[in-house]
């Protein structure tokens, strides 16, 4: 899908996923309520009309770029299991793999979109809650049945429900970036990892 944008008449096309990524670093580094038109613009290289034609108001783009952001991290999710030798291979990978991310991203300036708008705009904003409490759902739901796999290939033997084991692990990955804020250093967040996943078994 594209959006056809007419400055002074002339058409040009963009890609709506793409302009959402660029969006989403803007949000990023600035959060919401800091980030202003002038930015978006400015770095789309669209104008207000398009932007807003395209995606609503400033509101409307931001649970956009919350959705596609979403999207995004369950799809990493997706391959990083996919690509594990076993269920609780997956998890481990997961975390671990978060851990490093964390580490990088968060040592220079940036941050996770998610957990940033939690802090920034929760409680407060009911259709952003919404976003971030569908997103959380999905993220667990599917470690839930990666931990159900786990259990059921006799790699986990813990009597706890499948759901409170991802809730746990999801949990630990909201936490690194939590920590990191203050202390990126890979080698603090990599212990905390370890004594996370020694809990899985």
């Known amino acids: 899908m594209s959006v056809t944008e007419r400055p002074r ?15 989403k670093e803007q949000f ?9 038109l002038s930015h978006l613009t400015a770095a789309t290289g669209l104008y207000k009309g398009s932007l807003y ?6 509101h409307e783009l931001f649970l956009a770029v ?7 991290t369950l799809s990493r999710l997706e391959e990083t299991l996919a690509s594990a030798p076993g269920p609780l291979e997956g998890v481990r990978a997961y975390v671990r793999g978060q851990a490093v991310c964390v580490a990088d991203l968060t040592a220079n300036g940036r941050g996770c979109l998610v957990a940033n708008t939690t802090l920034e705009l929760l409680p407060g904003d009911d259709e952003v809650k919404a976003v971030v409490r569908t997103h959380q759902r999905k993220m667990i739901d599917r470690l839930a049945a990666v931990v159900d796999l786990a259990k059921g290939a006799g790699e986990l033997t813990s009597a706890r429900p499948s759901q409170v084991i991802a809730r746990y692990v ?9 920590i990191a804020r ?3 250093d890979p080698d603090t967040l990599a212990d905390v990892v ?3 996943l020694d809990g899985l078994r």
């Not at 990023?28 to 202003?36: I, L, S």
């Not at 919350?66 to 995004?72: D, G, V």
């Open 9 to 23: 008449g002339r058409p040009r096309e963009f890609d709506p996923q793409r302009a959402l990524a660029t969006i």
């Open 28 to 36: 990023v580094e600035h959060g919401y309520h800091a980030t202003t």
């Open 53 to 58: 034609a395209a995606f609503g108001d400033k």
């Open 66 to 72: 919350l959705r596609y952001t979403s999207a995004e």
């Open 170 to 178: 999801f949990t630990v990955v909201e936490g690194l970036w939590q």
């Open 182 to 184: 203050i202390d990126p």
């Open 194 to 196: 370890e004594a996370a």
